[in-house]
């Protein structure tokens, strides 16, 4: 079943089942890592363990988004609720930017108060484990995430991108350490791991404002629209298209150029079509069209764009 056969109940039922995987799997890791980083000592163990309750938190704010974004449109929220995936990814990118903020915090701590770090044997095995766990789930995500085009889970997704890198660094540090006694590498380690933390924080809050500032689709779907609507015979034009991502659906709005010779019910007829194209090729997309008669002079955002971006240069 391709992505763009989903029904929206399947779409939810696919997100709800990513995000509780998240969380089981997010749980059992920090409560692995509280294990280790007791009993290590290890500043970069800590670190990943912090990452995880990151991780928790995040997994269960995307668990309540995506059920409140599937919630259907209201009286008070005609569009519906699908930006509250945005609003998750935002409040997880405030709370991964805290996490690398302590770790980076504690790391100059131990550099001014070296402490030495203890059983790496078993500090190796916890990230390990934590990193064979971290790949399933983010294999199962970034699959949901396809199909589904969810911000949400795409989102925390991220988070455990992260945790292969970082995870893999603290392996690093525990081998370093073990091997050439090297203390002074693992709060080294838990230093680059916070600024990582920090860049990646970034990433997904500019994503998040970038859709709940009603940023534009990327040009390789505008451009789709444009060849599906130009190419129906009827068609003379289309012009001021703007689009909009809801949170997992797409809103398309657009002048229709028609000829003005045409009855308001075949100009109807025909806009219908049009949209039941667009809905086909974009599952669950809102189509609002306004009607125009080829030719008609009249003020256009088209224009106004234009002379504002000659303007700028």
């Known amino acids: 079943m391709s992505s763009k056969s989903l029904t929206e109940k399947q779409s939810d039922r696919l997100k709800n089942i ?11 890791l920090c409560l692995l890592k509280v294990f280790g980083a007791l009993l290590t000592d290890s500043l970069a163990v800590l670190s990943s363990m912090i990452d995880s309750l990151s991780d928790i938190f995040g997994s269960l704010i995307t ?5 409140y974004a599937s919630k259907p449109a209201s009286c008070e929220h005609r569009y519906g609720y699908g930006k509250a995936e945005s609003l998750s990814a935002l409040t997880q990118a405030a709370f991964i930017a805290g996490s690398g903020l302590f770790v980076m ?4 701590s131990r550099f001014i108060t070296p402490r030495p770090v203890a059983d790496t044997g078993l500090g190796l095995v916890v990230m390990i484990i934590s990193i064979i766990a971290t790949l399933f789930l983010i294999t199962f995500q970034r699959h949901v995430a396809k199909r589904t085009n969810s911000q949400a889970i795409l989102a925390d997704s991220a988070h455990y991108v992260v945790d292969i890198l970082t ?50 689709l990327s040009d390789d779907i505008r451009n789709k629209i444009q060849e599906l609507v130009t190419s129906e ?9 703007r689009t909009h991502d809801l949170g997992g659906s797409y809103l398309f709005e657009f002048h229709l150029e028609l000829d003005g010779s045409l009855s308001l019910c075949q ?16 599952p669950n997309a809102q189509v609002i069209i306004h009607q125009d008669p080829s030719g008609i002079k009249e003020p256009r955002l088209d224009d106004k764009l234009v002379k504002k971006n000659q303007r700028s240069k």
């Open 18 to 28: 990513a995000a509780l995987s998240s969380i089981s799997v997010a749980v059992g």
């Open 105 to 108: 915090y504690d790391g100059f």
């Open 233 to 241: 015979p009827f068609v003379c034009g289309l012009h001021d298209l």
């Open 63 to 67: 668990l309540i988004a995506i059920r």
């Open 167 to 216: 995870n893999g660094s603290i392996i690093l540090s525990l081998f370093v350490v073990r091997y050439f006694d090297f203390q002074w590498f693992d709060p080294l380690t838990a230093m680059f791991i916070s600024l990582y933390l920090l860049y990646n924080a970034y990433e997904l809050a500019k994503e998040a404002i970038a859709t709940l500032l009603d940023r534009e």
């Open 267 to 282: 100009a109807h007829e025909y806009s219908d079509m049009v949209s039941a194209k667009l809905c086909k090729a974009f």
